[in-house]
């Protein structure tokens, strides 16, 4: 795709290309440099800007996928370990060990995974993270890692090597790191929360800022309402959770976020837990509480012969803030 801007009343061509990890980005063609424009009463200024370096300056983003990409899955499972922020936050880590983000491959993708459809490969080394699409959701920071270390998790998935996909998850670094920002890319060393910490005690994230978004529904929709994944080779229709938040509970006077809801008192275990029945069946009951009314009577259809009939009338009443089911 092409386009023409005008700067300084000069018209610059431009071409803009898909990149996976960042959306469109402009690639200039060197068409030249910029007359010497005039600054104030002292005349013109003496040097000439090229236009290539006005728009990387303005227009290119400083791209966390530019870093160094891990080549060997232990290397990755190392780069996005959070076993250390136990030491610290003991309560809050033993509640995400309990909730579905702690296994958010372990109970989806270890069974036929990789076997069937168009994602089938016949060997572990035929993967790339093209077989991977949920995993956009499911483990986004495998944009930090290579084709290589696809190939080291189809390898586990298929031996059904449980032991290293629990390795695999949405832990402290992916809500706290990689989503803590949607406008640009999180800042190197950064964690984000809901306050700002001027001295974290981590070697490698030593400062914790304050984001908007963790307080706001916007942040679980990064992944709970990614609805159309065209970016890859198989594009994929998941999960619009957030938008029938958005677009059904919203406009009809709802006001309360995913977290009110979800995390209460900041509860990291996300209920519900799909493996506590009791659990879940509570919840149902508050989000749809259903109403049932129900008469008997035995009419006299054919004259002396009374049948037994009952009218059952059932109502349910959504509460929930979003559909039901839904990811």
Request: charged share 25%.
């Given at each position: 795709m092409t386009s023409?801007?005008?700067?300084?009343?000069?018209?610059?061509?431009?071409s803009w290309v898909y990149n996976k990890n960042q959306g469109m980005l402009p690639r200039l063609r060197a068409?030249?440099?910029?007359?010497?424009?005039p600054i104030g009463k002292k005349g013109r200024i003496g040097r000439v800007v090229t236009v290539v370096a006005l728009f990387l300056l303005i227009h290119l983003p400083i791209s966390a996928a530019s870093e160094q990409k891990a080549q060997s899955?232990?290397?990755?499972?190392?780069?996005?370990?959070?076993?250390?922020?136990?030491?610290?936050?003991?309560?809050?880590?033993?509640?995400?060990?309990?909730?579905?983000?702690?296994?958010?491959?372990?109970?989806?993708?270890?069974?036929?995974?990789?076997?069937?459809?168009?994602?089938?490969?016949?060997?572990?080394?035929?993967a790339t993270k093209n077989n991977f699409p949920c995993f956009k959701c499911h483990l986004p920071q495998l944009a930090?890692?290579?084709?290589?270390?696809?190939?080291?998790?189809?390898?586990?998935i298929l031996s059904k090597d449980k032991a290293t996909m629990r390795k695999l998850n949405i832990n402290c670094l992916v809500c706290?790191?990689?989503?803590?920002?949607?406008?640009?890319?999180?800042?190197?060393?950064?964690?984000?929360?809901?306050?700002?910490?001027?001295?974290?005690?981590?070697?490698?994230?030593?400062?914790?800022k304050s984001s908007l978004i963790m307080k706001q529904s916007v942040m679980c929709g990064q992944c709970h309402g990614l609805g159309p994944v065209f970016g890859l080779e198989y594009p994929v229709q998941c999960a619009t959770l957030y938008g029938s938040y958005l677009h059904a509970y919203i406009p009809s006077g709802g006001t309360q976020t995913c977290q009110e809801c979800h995390m209460k008192e900041a509860d990291h275990t996300c209920p519900p837990n799909f493996k506590d029945q009791k659990d879940v069946s509570k919840r149902l009951t508050e989000a749809?509480?259903?109403?049932?009314?129900?008469?008997?009577?035995?009419?006299?259809?054919?004259?002396?012969?009374?049948?037994?009939?009952?009218?059952?009338?059932t109502r349910i009443t959504s509460r929930a803030g979003?559909?039901?089911?839904?990811g």
């Open positions: 023409v801007i005008s700067y300084g009343g000069e018209p610059v061509k431009t068409l030249g440099t910029l007359p010497a424009r899955l232990s290397e990755f499972i190392e780069m996005f370990d959070t076993s250390r922020c136990r030491a610290c936050h003991e309560e809050i880590y033993a509640q995400w060990e309990k909730s579905h983000h702690a296994r958010s491959i372990m109970d989806i993708f270890m069974d036929r995974y990789l076997q069937k459809g168009v994602l089938s490969v016949k060997t572990p080394h035929d930090h890692a290579t084709d290589k270390v696809a190939a080291e998790i189809a390898a586990a706290h790191h990689q989503k803590g920002v949607i406008h640009g890319y999180p800042e190197k060393g950064t964690l984000y929360g809901t306050d700002t910490v001027s001295a974290h005690e981590d070697e490698e994230y030593q400062t914790i749809l509480p259903m109403e049932v009314e129900a008469i008997f009577y035995r009419p006299q259809i054919t004259p002396g012969k009374l049948v037994p009939t009952v009218v059952v009338e979003h559909r039901i089911p839904d």
